[in-house]
């Protein structure tokens, strides 16, 4: 398995020299540093107009990666009635890799959208780049994986993941780790097989395959039922590309996706910064929230409309 990590993406120890030694990098030299994908790479298609909230995809994932038993059973369809401390829908945790979550469209005909939620797997993931001790893979398969035996647990990968997806075990005391969806890639992937979640959806909201059949799987369904669709596969191109992509009757700005994210992955905000700022690992973490924030802002500006965050 070939291994695209940050120093494919900053290449020749770009980052590494700039981070230890503290001194800047010209723009030339961070230019065209940028990573599209593997060309045959695996994703998955999720139509949010089919899924009924069942959360059997919950289930299969909790079964598949031996998660710990939920709070409330997955039959427990109150789940889609919390909310969180901090005012947000439920989130993706150290004991839940993927979850659904239920909003209500004003006219919408047929009800709520049910829109379920993990890692997605970005072709230039914004966990692997800020990663300073690589533990993050992008596999040729699609997939991010992470290796915890080299994780030192500076959870920069959690401030940098635009989609807020990385959970810390905090609940372990001895040996906390990074928590996400892997896209079953040690059980499944690798041998070719779909996710478990995407195979125990009975609707069959998600379609596996190679991505950039995907794309064309989703514009046909788009163009044979305009009427029924957004014209837009989320994911597509949003940071630059993600494995997991998705379709949708109403706005992804109703159903909690950010729209102002952007087309560029969060790299391309790392190589602006890497012209003029001298690093040292204590301010990596600062470093990125920094990104995250420009990257934001800079599409709220072009949209002039407030952000639909996560
Ligand atoms: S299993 Fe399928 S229909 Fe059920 S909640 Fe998950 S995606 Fe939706
Ligand atoms: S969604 Fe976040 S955690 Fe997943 S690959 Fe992208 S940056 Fe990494
Ligand atoms: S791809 Fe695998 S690890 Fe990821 S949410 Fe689905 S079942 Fe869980």
Not at 83 to 107: L, M, P
Request: proline share 6%.
């Amino acid at each position: 398995m070939k291994k695209i990590n940050r120093r494919s993406f900053l290449k020749g120890g770009l980052a590494g020299t700039a981070v230890v030694a503290g001194t800047a990098v010209s723009k030339e030299s961070s230019a065209s540093q940028s990573f599209g994908g593997y060309p045959d790479s695996m994703g998955v298609l999720v139509d949010f107009t089919k899924c009924v909230g069942c959360r059997s995809c919950e289930a299969a994932c909790n079964k598949e990666q031996g998660l710990p038993a939920p709070d409330k059973p997955f039959d427990d369809m109150s789940v889609y009635d919390e909310i969180q401390h901090n005012g947000q829908k439920r989130r993706t945790s150290e004991k839940a890799y993927t979850i659904v979550n239920r909003y209500k469209v004003k006219d919408r005909e047929a009800g709520p959208v049910f829109r379920k939620f993990q890692c997605n797997h970005c072709n230039e993931p914004a966990c692997l780049t800020s990663c300073f001790v690589n533990a993050y893979t992008k596999t040729k398969e699609g997939a991010v994986i992470y290796d915890p035996t080299v994780c030192v647990g500076c959870r920069t990968c959690m401030i940098a993941c635009p989609f807020y997806v990385p959970a810390y075990s905090y609940s372990s005391p001895i040996n906390p780790v990074i928590k996400k969806c892997i896209m079953c890639y040690d059980t499944r992937l690798k041998f070719g097989r779909p996710p478990a979640c995407v195979e125990a959806c009975p609707q069959e909201v998600m379609t596996f395959g190679k991505r950039k059949d995907l794309i064309k799987i989703g514009n046909a369904r788009i163009r044979s039922n305009p009427d029924k669709y957004i014209d837009h596969i989320y994911g597509e191109k949003e940071v630059g590309g993600t494995a997991w992509m998705y379709l949708s009757d109403v706005p992804f700005d109703q159903i909690g996706f950010n729209t102002h994210i952007g087309e560029q992955p969060i790299i391309s905000y790392v190589k602006e910064f890497l012209t003029i700022v001298p690093m040292v690992l204590t301010i990596w973490p600062a470093l990125f929230t920094g990104f995250h924030l420009l990257a934001n802002r800079k599409e709220a500006l072009k949209n002039e409309k407030p952000s639909g965050k996560e």
